[in-house]
């Protein structure tokens, strides 16, 4: 009994990081660039283009406010187009990714703002092109906060996952809902609970080393 309880929730677990390590992976690849569109569009001294970043920025706010058990029902269609079915670990990443790039996207814009406007004209004074304080000044200067809102947002596609768990996506949540719930296990119902606070804690451990570590 022991064994397969083991073996359940070493497989499991395997799932869910994989799920959260993808999804965080595809929100910085396009969760960043949205911020970067979002703080370059606004500002006098880049690009200065509000009517293009204003409009990407509600449909940001417009994804985050959908909450994200809807936001797994509305994707099916779009999921089994992906992915080919709306079960699994595989049809899991879209949705949590496409609620994560939102997610990270304002978390990155916030990082970036608070870079200070003389580092931006010091630059534009000697000859620096736009795209040349984008990659030069505006991403190494936030990296420490970038490095915060990945840790934020892995720590939260945890959770989400665990949710996509009650339409079969695999992973702790499904394992909690289908032998802890719905079989009245306690034990595997308390030992996930563990799980997800042990990984949780490690995410977070990981993301305070990393931040630590740029900044110097």
């Known amino acids: 009994m022991y064994q397969l309880i083991t073996r359940l929730i070493a497989e499991s677990t395997l799932q869910t990081v994989e799920m959260v390590a993808a999804s965080s992976l595809i929100a910085v690849i396009f969760g960043l660039p949205l911020a970067v569109l979002m703080i370059a569009t606004r500002r006098a001294d880049l690009y200065d283009l509000p009517w293009l970043g204003r409009p990407v920025g509600w449909v940001v706010d417009a994804l985050r406010a959908v ?3 809807i936001l797994l029902v509305l994707l099916i269609p779009v999921t089994r187009f992906i992915a080919g079915t709306s079960l699994g670990t595989l049809a899991a990443i879209v949705p949590l990714s496409i609620a994560a790039i939102p997610y990270y996207a304002r978390i990155a814009e916030i990082s970036l703002q608070e870079i200070e406007p003389g580092l931006i004209e010091a630059v534009r004074v000697m000859g620096g092109t736009r795209w040349m304080v984008i990659r030069y000044v505006l ?61 949780v804690g490690l995410i977070q451990g990981a993301g305070t080393l990393a931040v630590k570590a740029v900044r110097r």
């Open 139 to 199: 991403i190494p200067e936030a990296l420490p906060g970038l490095l915060s809102g990945l840790t934020v947002t892995a720590i939260t596609l945890v959770g989400a996952s665990a949710m996509a768990g009650a339409i079969g996506a695999g992973g702790l949540g499904d394992l909690a809902i289908r032998y802890g719930y719905q079989r009245f296990n306690t034990t595997i119902m308390f030992t996930v609970v563990a799980v997800l606070i042990l990984l």
């Open 67 to 69: 909450p994200f058990i």
